[in-house]
């Protein structure tokens, strides 16, 4: 029962909508944003320090609850063969990749997140969970994807085993022979080897002919299986946003799916912003400096889409709780998507 409750449609989004501007009261949250205050445009680095504070306040872990509900509305992560791998971007303390790791016990997980200290408390969380094998299936490094991106190792299979035997944070800090496959990225569809640019022309162009035979070396062929971006995308920027999509586009294999959950447009959270908090359109900033971000079905299209995503699925998931202390409704609306990562 505490899993059902986040798939049920307690309330139809658009009869949410037309309460919501219709009522006066609201207007503010409907209004263009104009932007008179310079203080409101924080610098990449304010925004992760902001967020680094809030994951210390709440290092006691009892501020989230493990998302079990996650496997019922991702069932690809339960039912996925051995060997799979996921990135949980933004992962905090665990509250996602837990489960993942209680669910499939051959899954191996990556998680990252801007804060050190985060990252200890996550490993911390997971290891006393009694999880089957996680010492050889729980991985974590720091990193803020909307701002230096990821590290190139997560881009192919044998940099991830360097990885996993010598847990290094950056694929600078890998100690690389030439016969090593070591891939690049430069764009969504070409991948090449690390030699590659030392190689004469012809070699050059037999290599971008032959750019498939790759999969035939079981190197460089991608990345990760899945990637979850659960509550995550909401605190970048919404100016960043489409740098950091196509970040998690470069890392994951081709057919590879991304799995999406975030707020939704008129979430009840949105509604309790004041109007001094807005720092953009649909974006908010708390008085501890994090940020909050609301989506429409539409910008999430067309920003999963412009990174060269295909949609498989978009939909709000719409749910009234009750607070049982006082007997007030609560109208939430998260995101539900998935997106994959063309053959």
């Not at 939704?264 to 359109?281: C, E």
């Not at 412009?306 to 749910?319: M, N, P, Q, S, W």
Request: charge should be negative; charged fraction near 25%; hydrophobic fraction near 35%.
């Amino acid at each position: 029962m505490e899993a059902a409750e986040y798939f049920s449609k307690d309330f139809e989004w658009e009869e949410l909508r037309a309460e919501v501007e219709n009522d006066p009261s609201l207007r503010c949250h409907l209004l263009p944003f104009e932007s008179s205050n310079p203080s409101s445009i924080k610098a990449a680095d304010e925004d992760s320090a902001a967020w680094k504070r809030f994951h210390v306040r709440h290092s006691s872990g009892k501020f989230f609850k493990e998302r079990r509900y996650l496997l019922k509305e991702f069932p690809e992560l339960v039912s996925c063969g051995e060997h799979y791998k996921v990135l949980e971007v933004g992962c905090g303390n665990g509250s996602t990749a837990l489960p993942i790791l209680r669910g499939n016990e051959h899954i191996i997980v990556y998680a990252c997140d801007c804060s050190t200290e985060t990252l200890e408390r996550a490993e911390e969380i997971i290891a006393a969970a009694n999880v089957a094998s996680v010492r050889h299936r729980f991985h974590t490094f720091c990193c803020d994807f909307s701002t230096t991106g990821f590290p190139e190792w997560l881009g192919c299979h044998t940099c991830q085993e360097i990885f996993l035997q010598k847990q290094q944070i950056c694929l600078s800090g890998f100690d690389f022979h030439p016969s090593h496959c070591c891939v690049l990225l430069l764009s969504p569809y070409a991948i090449y080897t690390s030699d590659f640019f030392f190689a004469s022309p012809d070699v050059k162009e037999n290599n971008r002919n032959d750019a498939y035979s790759l999969k035939e070396r079981h190197c460089c062929i991608g990345g990760v299986d899945f990637v979850t971006l659960v509550f995550t995308l909401s605190a970048v920027p919404f100016q960043r946003m489409p740098t950091s999509i196509k970040e998690c586009f470069s890392v994951l294999k081709p057919g590879g799916i991304l799995l999406f959950r975030d707020y939704g447009l008129y979430d009840m959270t949105m509604l309790r912003f004041k109007s001094d908090q807005r720092v953009g359109f649909r974006e908010y900033m708390r008085s501890d400096g994090t940020r909050s971000y609301f989506f429409c079905l539409d910008t999430v299209r067309h920003l999963f889409l412009g990174a060269g995503f295909i949609e498989l699925e978009l939909e709000y998931c719409c749910v009234k709780s009750v607070n049982r202390r006082n007997g007030n409704s609560m109208l939430r609306v998260w995101v539900h998507g998935k997106f994959q990562r063309p053959m």
